[in-house]
């Protein structure tokens, strides 16, 4: 896959991104792609886009999660017995 190549499969990672999360800016999308995108940096790049596109959902998954305070089960107390 060439540069080119990799861009505009970015950008339908983006757009893609972009349909699942319809709650966030356009700009929160754009920043968790170019994070993932960043941390790619090996010379083979042909699945580049699709790691760019799981790792970016899962960061933005966790941010949909903390704004809406569905973070998951809260611990059970611990009791003294």
Do not use: K, Y
Not at 19 to 38: G, N
Not at 41 to 60: I, N, Y
């Amino acid at each position: 896959m060439d540069r080119a190549d990799e861009m505009r499969a970015l950008t339908d990672v983006r757009a893609r991104l972009q349909e699942h999360f319809p709650q966030l800016d356009a700009d929160v999308v754009e920043a968790a792609v170019r994070l993932a995108h960043s941390e790619l940096t090996g010379p083979v790049r042909d699945f580049v886009p699709v790691l760019v596109e799981h790792a970016a959902r899962d960061r933005l998954a966790f941010a949909v999660r903390d704004d809406t305070g569905g973070g998951g089960p809260t611990p059970a107390a611990a009791t003294d017995g």
